[in-house]
């Protein structure tokens, strides 16, 4: 069986991974170099604290690789589990934490409700009356992007798989092609093209991450997927933030930090819900000096880490690739075509189950590392207009 996959990010580089270790001939078309895309741009947070089942799912799959990295991929990745804590300033907030908590741990997640007092004890610099209720899940953590997706390409290229850099897919070939647009095209993909020439597949994996939509579209496939723009910044504060704290939520502002190193932290922070599509090639890539102030004005406001001493040393912007409602596809969208796109802010987290569930597909025809309904694009109602609009979850990290 041959595959593309089209990407080197990490979602693309694990399914990369895992087709040619189930014995698929497999190339990956990256139309930059490996790290183009969202993936060094992200936070590197991984955990299983997550509202909605399949979430916690893929968290949960994703973590058994990610406990075993270093003796799997003979790779240091920085990988620190210091937790996640997210915070609610509100009752009913409080409430959906129980909930949600109850939903962890019947799928094996030791998170659990905390009341301010006992998240103090966890994070010392949080403010806890502006807070009614916390969870903590001392299993999730962060580690360091590029050397994760370092590692899956090394281990990528060693399992057989030829990684092409600098090789833009320009279309994707449906059966029939020739006659697209006379309402005759056939439906199977039958592989892509590129500046080298056609490649012809069985398989082809849409790993595009925020260029995803734009890859469905060269297959004549509508998917509800929107890049936007997040950014970070690194902070000097004036108190230094412990290497044991953390990654800490205030749920209801959007408003986060995670400790670096040497009392630094990454702070960030969502402060505009329905902030417009971003342009992949050519969004702003550095971090905007307005928004990095009200990203620690934020952050001041309930901790006593980001006192007005602190200093923005630097920062950068990343794209999110968004689905209505913050929650991947993994799908055969029409035969021969794979989706694994869309993350909405937790793709880095779950490439590792995303790579199985992708070979799984390709080669067994269905998935069975997870039930994926809940992956479908199907889930998505109405025009193609109206599955764009819209969120349901409001996302994090
Ligand atoms: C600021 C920020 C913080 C984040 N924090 C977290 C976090 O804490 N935890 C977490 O799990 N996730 C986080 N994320 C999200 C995470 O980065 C993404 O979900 C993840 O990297 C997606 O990986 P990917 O492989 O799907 O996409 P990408 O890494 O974007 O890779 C897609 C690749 O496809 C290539 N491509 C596109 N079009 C073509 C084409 N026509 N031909 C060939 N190649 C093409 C691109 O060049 C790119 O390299 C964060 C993202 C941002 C921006």
Same mark, same amino acid.
């Given at each position: ?62 973590? /058994? ?9 003979? *790779? ?11 915070? *609610? ?56 992007p590029h050397l994760a997706l370092q590692a899956?390409?090394? *281990? ?127 969004y702003p890539r550095s971090m905007d000096f307005e928004w ?21 040393? /630097? ?55 997870? +039930? ?17 609009? +819209? ?7």
């Open positions: 069986m041959k595959g593309v996959v089209i990407g080197g990010g990490i979602v693309g580089l694990s399914s990369a991974l895992e087709l040619a270790e189930r014995g698929v001939d497999v190339t990956v078309c990256e139309q930059g170099s490996i790290g183009t895309g969202s993936t060094e741009r992200s936070v590197g947070g991984i955990r299983a604290q997550f509202s909605t089942p399949i979430n916690v799912e893929l968290s949960r799959e994703s973590m /058994r690789v990610w406990n075993e990295f270093t003796e799997r991929f003979d *790779a240091e990745i920085d990988y620190r589990k210091t937790g996640y804590l997210f915070l *609610a300033r509100s009752e009913e907030t409080a409430a959906a934490f129980e909930e949600r908590v109850a939903m962890q741990n019947d799928r094996g997640v030791r998170s659990e409700v905390l009341d301010p007092a006992e998240a103090c004890e966890i994070c010392s610099g949080i403010d806890p009356d502006q807070f009614v209720a916390a969870t903590y899940s001392p299993t999730d953590g962060f580690a360091d899956y390409a090394r *281990a990528a290229a060693a399992a057989g798989v030829d990684v092409r850099t600098q090789t833009p897919v320009s279309d994707v070939i449906r059966a029939g092609d020739r006659d697209r647009g006379d309402g005759t095209g056939g439906a199977r993909v039958m592989g892509v093209e590129t500046p080298d020439g056609r490649l012809d597949a069985d398989i082809v994996v849409n790993a595009a991450g925020p260029w995803a939509s734009d890859i469905a579209a060269m297959a004549d496939v509508f998917l509800p997927i929107t890049p936007k723009r997040r950014q970070i910044a690194v902070v000097q504060p004036e108190t230094p933030v412990p290497e044991t704290d953390p990654l800490t939520v205030d749920l209801e502002s959007g408003s986060y930090f995670r400790p670096d190193r040497d009392g630094d932290a990454l702070v960030g922070g969502h402060f505009a819900d329905n902030d417009p599509a971003s342009d992949p090639d050519g990095s102030i009200d990203a620690l004005e934020a952050a001041a406001e309930w901790t006593t880490y980001f006192g007005p001493e602190s200093a923005v040393k /630097r920062g950068w912007a990343g794209l999110y690739a968004v689905t209505p409602d913050d929650t991947a596809i993994v799908e055969e969208t029409i035969p021969g075509f794979i989706t694994a796109a869309g993350f909405s802010g937790h793709g880095f987290q779950h490439a590792p189950a995303t790579g199985q569930l992708v070979a799984e597909l390709a080669v067994d025809g269905e998935a069975s590392l997870l +039930g994926i309904d809940a992956l479908s694009s199907d889930r998505f109602e109405g025009t193609d207009e109206e599955k764009a609009a +819209g969120r349901t979850e409001r996302n994090v990290v």
